[in-house]
């Protein structure tokens, strides 16, 4: 069974930075796409950036120049990191994975932008 373990959020003051990752167990393929999302309460679930298998990168306009995505096939692991944070960056960061066409998500980590 495939599952996707996150770590690495945390409460963080504006213009700070923070790193998540994310780790695939359960399963012998190379995920194709990597990513994250967002949730906002109140929010519908957002893009924030993907990275395929190739190393190509997509971002959402909110966070360009600001966050970068990147990956380690060798451990099936996706990695955001988050620079010059705000508030407006709060929200519940989720990883997804698209392995042999399915889908699969982690179970979430809070990352707080706050003074």
């Known amino acids: 069974q495939v599952q996707l373990v996150e770590s690495g959020g945390g409460l963080v003051q504006p213009g700070g930075s923070l790193s998540l990752s994310c780790a695939a167990s359960?399963?012998?393929?190379?995920?194709?796409?990597m990513g994250w999302f967002r949730q906002a309460p109140g929010n519908q679930r957002e893009l924030v950036a993907t990275?395929?298998?190739?190393?190509?990168?997509n971002f959402a306009d909110s966070v360009k120049g600001r966050f970068t995505i990147s990956r380690d096939n060798t451990k099936n692991t996706v990695y955001l990191q988050m620079n010059s944070l705000k508030p407006e960056d709060t929200a519940v960061y989720y990883c997804t994975m698209n392995i042999w066409h399915t889908d699969y998500w982690g179970q979430g980590t809070q990352v707080t932008v706050s003074s």
């Open positions: 359960g399963t012998l393929f190379r995920p194709n796409v």
């Open positions: 990275i395929r298998s190739g190393g190509s990168t």
